[in-house]
Every structure is written in C-alpha cells, then in structure tokens.
C-alpha cells in the first residue's frame, strides 16, 4: 500500500492524483448539469441537493424530466432500480474490505459510482488503503457537486444554450469506450446497441427495462453455451437452466459452489 | 415547478433504491466472489449498459424528418472519435458536445 509504505505521503495527495482524469470529465459534466437545472427553471440551490442526494450523474439528468413531468414515486423507483442495477456488480471487485469502520464503510457504498468503481476497481488488489480509496470517493463527490453549483450559478447568468443535455450522450459513449478498455470483449457492446435499437422498436415506453433485461438474458445464455460449458462444472446444467435476468444474481451461488 | 415536498420524495426515492442497490450486493460478496459466471457478467454488463443508455439518450432523434438525425450521428462520431484518439474524458465530452450544439445551431 504505497501511502502506507510512505507516510509522510497523504492519502489525499496521492487521491488527487488518481482521479484527476476523471475530474475532467466529472466538473464539466457537472457544469452541464448545472446549467440544464436551473434552465429548467429550478433554483441554483437544488443542484447540490440532487447531487447529494441522488448521486448518480445519469440519474440526475433524467430526474430533471421525470419531477418536471411530476411522475409517479413508483416509476422514479423503478427507472432507478433499472438505470442503477448495473451497481450490483461493482461490489464484486470493489476493496470494501480495506475500508474500516461503520460510518466509513456506509459512505463508501453511497458513493460508490461509475467513476469511483473505475478509478478503484482498476489497480490490483491490496494497492490502495481505506483511506485513499474514502479520498478518492470524496474527491469525485466533490468534483461533480463542485461544477454543478458552478454551472448552476454562472448558468443562469447565460442565455438558453440547446444541445448542451448532448454532454449526457457524450458521456456514456466515453464510459463505454472506457468500459471497453477494460475488457476488450466485442460481442458485449454488439448485443448491447441490438438490444436497445430491438426494445425501442417494440416497447418506447419501457425502452430501458426492456433493453437491460434483454442484454443480461444474452448475456447469461451466451455464458451458458461458451464458458459454462468450457467449465465443465455445469455440464447437464445448462439446458434445465431457466434464461431470464433472474439467474444473474440468483444462480451465481450456486455457479460458485459448482466450479 | 414541481412542489418542494414531492421533489424531496423524488429525491429520496432515488437515494434509497441506489444505495440498497449499491450495498446490498456487499452483504453476499463473498459468496459472489467465488462465482465464475458473476465475474464474467460483471466485467461484460458495464460496456452494454453503456452503450443502451447511449441509444437511450438519443431515442427522441428524428430520422424521417430534417435533419434527419446528422447532429447527432456527427457529434457522436466526434466524440468516439476523439475519446479513441486522446483518452481525455473532458475533450471527449466538452468536444462532442460543444459540436453537437454547433451544429444545431447551423442545421437545427
């Protein structure tokens, strides 16, 4: 643990230096975010309650649409279940055990996004301490509130910009980009973009769910037919085996008992 | 303006539903940890849900009408584009988007 190995080197210091790339795409998003809040009439004050409380920046975008069109708590629930399921996977390869004490650990959970998974999840295990991972999750926070009450102050000092929620598409094709990087598996993204041309085709309203669900099914099947039975642990397994997005996380404890 | 109340519900709805979903995995992890199909979905499911929340966001383009959807598919080339050449998140973002409200400006 280099912070550990050099005391007199802060875990701040070498947090701040974790996550500058990602400060630049965090404090102009936030700026855009910013600005669309108080565009869309909301007082400047409320970004940093979004930002807050929310604390998903693609969730944040969305929700501007969704309380403006005063939909339904339920819905709010489920978007959000759906645009945030894929955060059940991060734990899997997320340190949480180097971070200690209840307070501690509660926040690092809270905060636990795109960004703060890519940073962290990306160094090999055991390189970061509690402490540099907590000052990486803080410095992202602070990043993303940062620009956004920057943008919502400077934003309604500017007149109506259109085009500028374009940063939101912008940002999830460089996630995906990034995403990418990190496994080098193409397949993924091509059953990903036939998934979701597929679902908004057949179900506009439910394009996400319709999508999501559809991708892990694919995902899972495609497993079943490679890797499962490379395994040979669920050799007869994989025709009994219900498809669907349930075996995510239902069949894994079993999978790992097999394998 | 949506009342103060029903934003804050709004708000906290959100908050409680990302924060179970961001902890509750940590409660099985370890049991997941050993999981061999978990691992593969976990380092497959991030690029895909990207990239349906890229479709996501440009689902309101107008292909039949003009200008048929050439700001978007310019802004998002651009961007790729640029992501693929410098890996700088910011020059991706404010690049693409700086573009993308050009050209809506010119051709919207």
Redesign the interface.
């Given at each position: 643990m280099p912070d550990e190995i050099h005391p007199a080197y802060p875990a701040w210091r070498a947090a701040l230096s974790d996550t500058a790339p990602v400060g630049f795409g965090l404090v102009p998003l936030g700026l855009a975010f910013g600005v669309l809040m108080v565009q869309s009439g909301f007082a400047w004050w409320w970004t940093p309650v979004f930002s807050v409380l929310v604390y998903a920046g693609s969730l944040e975008f969305l929700m501007i649409g969704l309380v403006l069109a005063a939909t339904p708590l339920a819905t709010i629930a489920v978007t959000t279940f759906l645009v945030n399921f894929r955060h059940v996977f991060y734990a899997l390869s997320f340190p949480l055990h180097v971070v200690r004490g209840p307070l501690r650990r509660t926040y690092a959970m809270y905060a636990l996004t795109d960004e703060t998974y890519a940073v962290v999840a990306t160094r090999a295990p055991g390189a970061l301490s509690g402490a540099r991972v907590l000052w990486i999750q803080v410095l992202c926070q602070a990043y993303w509130v940062g620009g956004g009450i920057l943008g919502a102050l400077v934003g309604s000092l500017l007149p109506d910009v259109p085009g500028l929620d374009f940063a939101l598409t912008a940002l999830f094709a460089v996630l995906a980009i990034d995403a990418f990087r990190a496994t080098r598996d193409v397949p993924a993204p091509l059953l990903a973009v036939g998934c979701a041309i597929v679902a908004q085709l057949v179900a506009p309203g439910q394009m996400l769910v319709v999508a999501m669900t559809g991708f892990v099914a694919l995902l899972v099947g495609r497993y079943l037919l490679t890797e499962g039975r490379r395994d040979g642990g669920s050799a007869g397994g994989g025709g009994a085996r219900p498809s669907g997005s349930g075996p995510a996380l239902g069949d894994p404890a079993t999978e790992g008992r097999d394998a | 303006?949506?009342e103060t109340g029903?934003?804050?519900?709004?708000?906290?709805?959100?908050?409680v539903?990302?924060?179970v979903?961001?902890?509750?995995?940590?409660l099985?992890?370890e049991?997941?940890?050993?999981?061999?199909?978990?691992?593969?979905?976990?380092?497959?499911?991030?690029?895909?849900?990207?990239?349906?929340?890229?479709?996501?966001?440009?689902?309101g383009t107008s292909f039949t009408t003009a200008p048929h959807g050439l700001?978007?598919a310019i802004?998002?080339v651009a961007?790729?584009g640029l992501?693929?050449w410098r890996r700088?998140?910011?020059l991706?973002?404010?690049g693409?988007?700086l573009l993308?409200?050009g050209?809506?400006?010119l051709l919207?």
């Open positions: - | 303006m949506p029903y934003l804050l519900a709004a708000l906290l709805t959100t908050l539903v990302t924060f979903l961001r902890a509750a995995p940590f099985v992890v049991r997941l940890r050993e999981s061999r199909i978990v691992g593969w979905l976990g380092a497959r499911m991030p690029v895909g849900i990207m990239v349906i929340l890229v479709v996501y966001t440009l689902r700001p978007e802004a998002l961007t790729v992501h693929l700088n998140a910011l991706s973002i404010v693409g988007t993308y409200a050209l809506l400006a919207g």
